[in-house]
């Protein structure tokens, strides 16, 4: 069973940090791209960043500078460090798997909520 598993959401004021972690389970986890993927109330999902088999990294212009995607391929886990956080950061943030291209996810995860406010 594909499982992909995110930790690490919470409520922050502007200016700090997170950590968001995507725990995988069931499929060859370093053949995947992986991607974090965010929505917010009443916005279209936007693709926030992904990292490529082979660790290339890619992020929206609206996080670039700020936010960093790595990958732990021995723990088959993806992670998200959010820094500078935005109130416009605020979203359900899910971790996806592609296998051919991060645009079209194979598995998705539960989703984590980050909230950004004073």
């Known amino acids: 069973e594909v499982q992909l598993v995110e930790s690490g959401g919470g409520l922050v004021q502007p200016g700090e940090s997170l950590r968001l972690s995507c725990a995988a389970s069931?499929?060859?986890?370093?053949?995947?791209?992986m991607s974090w993927v965010r929505q917010a109330p009443g916005k279209q999902r936007e693709l926030v960043a992904f990292i490529s088999s082979g660790a290339i990294t890619t992020y929206a212009d609206s996080v670039s500078g700020r936010f960093t995607i790595a990958r732990d391929n021995t723990k088959d886990t993806v992670f998200l460090q959010m820094n500078s956080l935005k109130p416009e950061d605020t979203a359900v943030y899910y971790c996806?798997?592609?296998?051919?291209?991060?645009?079209?996810?194979?598995?998705w995860g539960q989703g984590t909520q980050v909230t950004v406010s004073s």
């Open positions: 996806a798997a592609a296998r051919t291209s991060p645009s079209a996810p194979n598995y």
């Open positions: 069931g499929f060859t986890f370093s053949s995947y791209y």
